[in-house]
């Protein structure tokens, strides 16, 4: 069974950075693609990055390319997203989930979801 935990949000000023983390305790994740998506209050849960099964393969938003990247150790059990740059835009509850087959962004195809972290940027 997956259980993700999502940890590393925090409040940071534009321009800063911030590594959230997204721990599977069910040490099961390494069998899942895994994704990252946000949400905003009052704006629907938005694809923001995702990383195959092996992490050959990511994918990011338009929004986040070239400043967040996503990456896995799977001997760890955790997904990590590294945010660069950030934008006040970039405020929202960040979520990790899971999918058993390919990573892809619809939010509706994943499987375990963690309980979000919450990042703030300030202007």
């Known amino acids: 069974q997956v259980h993700l935990v999502e940890s590393g949000g925090g409040l940071v000023q534009a321009g800063g950075s911030l590594r959230l983390s997204c721990e599977d305790s069910g040490r099961t994740s390494r069998n899942y693609a895994m994704g990252w998506f946000r949400q905003a209050p009052g704006k629907e849960r938005e694809f923001v990055a995702a990383?195959?099964?092996?992490?050959?393969?990511?994918y990011y938003a338009d929004s986040v390319k070239g400043r967040f990247a996503i990456s896995r150790d799977n001997s760890k059990n955790t997904v990590y997203l590294q945010m660069n740059s950030l934008k006040p835009e970039d405020t929202a509850t960040y979520y990790c989930a899971a999918r058993s087959w390919a990573a892809e962004q619809t939010a509706t195809n994943y499987e375990y979801w963690g309980q979000g972290t919450q990042v703030t940027v300030s202007s």
């Open positions: 990383i195959s099964r092996y992490g050959s393969c990511t």
